[in-house]
């Protein structure tokens, strides 16, 4: 993990306390209204969906570039699957053979990609209760609204485009939301939660990303 990746993570976790801290009083006045307890399990949830959603921003958009930092010579890639071509160049490039494939930092990015909505997944389906269509689309929506934040160079707030535009990532994060909601749904087989519990229609979803229970 490099310096600059660290210190991501670092503001990430800042952002987690401080978002967190803000919703703590507010959530735990609510439920001492309406339950007259705390509710451990309402907390914790809340305190997951922060920590992911700051600490997955953080890795997406941090470190800002300086408006001296270098200049991208690619800010869109459109290809589908580019990143399996990206591969073999990349063992070509390094005099590697086909087997050392998983070692390539163009493979890695996309485990990560995947791994980074694998979350998401999650929560779409143990806390908010979405089918598989829905988990896809709200990876893809999330996704796609993060591709357009980079391309627009976060909205022109950021002195240039430092982030890339992929079409791939749109694949690889919405695959991992999938795999996300397989799992979440392992986990509720696995507790013997009913089978009766479905998941909304996709066409009627309303995605409560604060929402516990």
């Known amino acids: 993990m490099t310096n600059a990746q660290l210190t991501a993570l670092q503001y990430g976790l800042i952002g987690f306390l401080a978002v967190w801290g803000t919703l703590l ?25 922060v920590f992911y959603a700051c600490m997955a921003l953080a890795v997406v958009f941090l ?7 270098r200049r991208l010579e690619q800010t869109v890639q459109l290809r589908p699957f580019q990143w399996i071509a990206d591969i073999h160049t990349e063992l070509v490039k390094h005099g590697l053979s086909a087997g ?15 791994l980074l ?3 998401l997944g999650i929560f779409a389906r143990i806390l908010w209760r979405r089918g598989l269509v829905g988990a896809l689309a709200v990876g893809a929506t999330v996704s796609l609204a993060i591709e357009i934040t980079q391309l627009t160079a976060n ?29 979440g749904a392992l986990l509720l087989a696995l507790r013997g939660i009913p089978s009766a519990i479905h998941a909304q229609p996709a066409g009627r979803e309303r995605i409560h990303f604060a929402q516990t229970r």
Do not use: C, E, K
């Open 100 to 114: 050392h494939w998983i070692s390539t930092q163009t493979f890695q990015q996309a485990a990560l990609n995947v």
């Open 25 to 49: 009083v507010p959530q735990l006045v609510l439920q001492l209204a309406r339950y007259g307890r705390p509710r451990l399990r309402g907390l914790v949830t809340t305190a997951a969906v």
């Open 155 to 183: 909205f022109g707030t950021a002195p240039f485009v430092y982030r890339i535009f992929d079409v791939d990532d749109l694949m690889t994060n919405t695959f991992g939301a999938g795999l996300g909601w397989l799992f």
């Open 117 to 119: 909505f694998v979350p």
């Open 63 to 69: 470190p800002l570039p300086n408006a001296n930092g």
